[in-house]
């Protein structure tokens, strides 16, 4: 039943943004507003708990990948870039705007998560002293890569285009690791 709620939560956003009432939500269900509060306690409850699945799958996902011994540097490098935390259907433009004005705290934790990516910038840092990666100013080329799969929380963009997040980030990826200059 969580997860139910979970996922009418994430279609509620998405469909009427965040400032909709646990009436609403009961409604999508079809189950009493009694029963939503027997699973949670409040909608915020229900907000942290998706923000808590999205980043804590995220960095199982992101641990496996640096610990697999089977893939090489540059493999983990794409793959770290490419990973997607779940819920990305929640994680999009417009609802971290509401998110940011409606729900601060949540918000400063969500914002943080999304621009701390320590171990890809490891992985870069073992890229260059190993020759893999030119030698360039690692603080920059965090940011130009966050910028760019940042990129991926414009979904309306991505949906108008007929391309899937998932696509959209293994291009932006490859880009960045590949160059768009095509080599002779």
Sequence with gaps: MKNRIIQAFIEETRNNGIKFTMDDLA????????????????????????IDQAFSEYEQRARAIREDDTLGLQEKIHQLIV?????NDFFD??????LKRYYPDQWQRVDKEMNQWDDLKQLLEEGM?????KQQNIDLLMKMILNVVNISLDQQFFS?????IKEAVETMSELLLDGFVKNE
């Design 93 to 98: 433009l417009r609802v971290l705007e509401q």
């Design 83 to 87: 990973l997607i935390p779940n819920h």
């Design 160 to 164: 108008e285009q007929s391309i899937s």
């Design 27 to 50: 409604k999508r269900l079809g189950i009493s507003k009694r029963t939503l509060y027997e699973n949670f306690s409040s909608k915020l409850e229900i907000l942290e708990t998706i």
């Design 129 to 133: 002293e190993t020759g893999l990666i």
